[in-house]
């Protein structure tokens, strides 16, 4: 069961938390953009970065049941993969969406387009520390610092 619950969480870690990654740290470079090609990429990339964002929520949750059958709920690595997990999908909720959605579609006026290259800079910042707090939560997940079972 275990061995299973850790597939799973590994195989839906690689396979949605990589991709909106991705979407998200690309999206502001093509939001500067101007072309009716980079219209199209960028609804494309807020798709993705979106629909991962939900497939992705089957991580944490089958992080919790491999932590709750291993017995290693209470471990400060589990409870700080926890809390760095709700960082990183509050800074997508609440920072990276909300600013993906204002920047869908063409500049509506030449004026807007001061404010647009601001929100796609603040993007790339957020999506960077998102990045990084992946980045911190598989260092965990693989150190797993103070754990004595396992290497
Ligand atoms: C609520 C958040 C999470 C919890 C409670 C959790 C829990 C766990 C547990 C209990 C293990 C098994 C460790 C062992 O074999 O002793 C594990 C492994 C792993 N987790 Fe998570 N996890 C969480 C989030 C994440 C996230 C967000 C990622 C990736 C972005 C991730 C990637 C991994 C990887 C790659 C392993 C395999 C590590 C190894 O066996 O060396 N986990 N996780």
Redesign the pocket.
């Known amino acids: 069961m275990g061995k299973v619950l850790?597939s799973l969480?590994?195989l839906a870690?690689i396979v949605f938390?990589g991709p909106v990654t991705v979407a998200v740290s690309v999206f502001p470079r093509y939001a500067r953009a101007t072309s009716d090609h980079s219209v199209e990429v960028v609804a494309l990339l807020h798709r993705i970065s979106r629909v991962y964002a939900v497939l992705g929520l089957s991580?944490?949750v089958l992080?919790?049941a491999?932590?709750a059958h291993?017995g290693?709920l209470g471990d400060a690595w589990?409870v700080a993969?926890?809390v760095l997990?709700i960082a990183a999908a509050l800074v997508l909720a609440v920072v990276i969406l909300p600013a993906q959605d204002r920047l869908m579609g063409p500049p509506a006026e030449p004026s807007a387009v001061a404010t647009r290259l601001a929100t796609a800079s603040r993007l790339s910042t957020a999506s960077g520390l998102f990045s990084l707090l992946?980045a911190v939560?598989?260092v965990l997940?693989?150190v797993?610092p103070g754990s004595t079972?396992?290497v």
């Open positions: 850790l969480h590994v870690a938390i991580v944490p992080g919790i491999l932590a291993l290693v589990v993969s926890l997990t992946w939560v598989v997940m693989v797993r079972t396992g």
